[in-house]
């Protein structure tokens, strides 16, 4: 069992950086993918950003490549999400999930075992 605890959202003006963190509890956390996923209101959850149990591989949907980098730290059970050049269209809630998925099912949020509360990210104009 894993648990996941989102922290590190909040209002940034457009431009700005956020820094997501996600704790985990459980003895298996390195033994996970991690991921990022967000949902806008109004707006179905999406994909954010994912890494590999080990930190050796991550992936981005494509509005966040290059502003965005996940990472994570095996002997913190924490995963982060740096958030760089915030644009107002990064305005939702952002959810941190673990799980094992296939390569090409690791952009399916219903394929991971586990999911946060939620942090919301809010970016002005």
């Known amino acids: 069992q894993v648990q996941l605890v989102e922290s590190g959202g909040g209002l940034v003006q457009a431009g700005g950086s956020l820094r997501l963190s996600c704790a985990a509890s459980?003895?298996?956390?390195?033994?996970?993918?991690m991921g990022w996923f967000r949902q806008a209101p109004g707006k179905e959850r999406e994909f954010v950003a994912g890494?590999?149990?080990?930190?050796?591989?991550?992936y981005y949907e494509d509005s966040v490549k290059g502003r965005f980098t996940i990472s994570r730290d095996n002997a913190k059970d924490t995963v982060y999400l740096q958030m760089n050049s915030l644009i107002p269209e990064d305005t939702a809630v952002y959810y941190c999930?673990?799980?094992?998925?296939?390569?090409?099912?690791?952009?399916?949020?219903?394929?991971?075992?586990?999911w946060g509360q939620g942090t919301q990210v809010t970016v002005s104009s």
């Open positions: 890494i590999n149990w080990s930190g050796t591989n991550s």
């Open positions: 999930v673990a799980g094992r998925p296939a390569a090409e099912q690791r952009r399916i949020y219903g394929v991971y075992s586990y």
């Open positions: 459980g003895r298996t956390f390195s033994s996970y993918a």
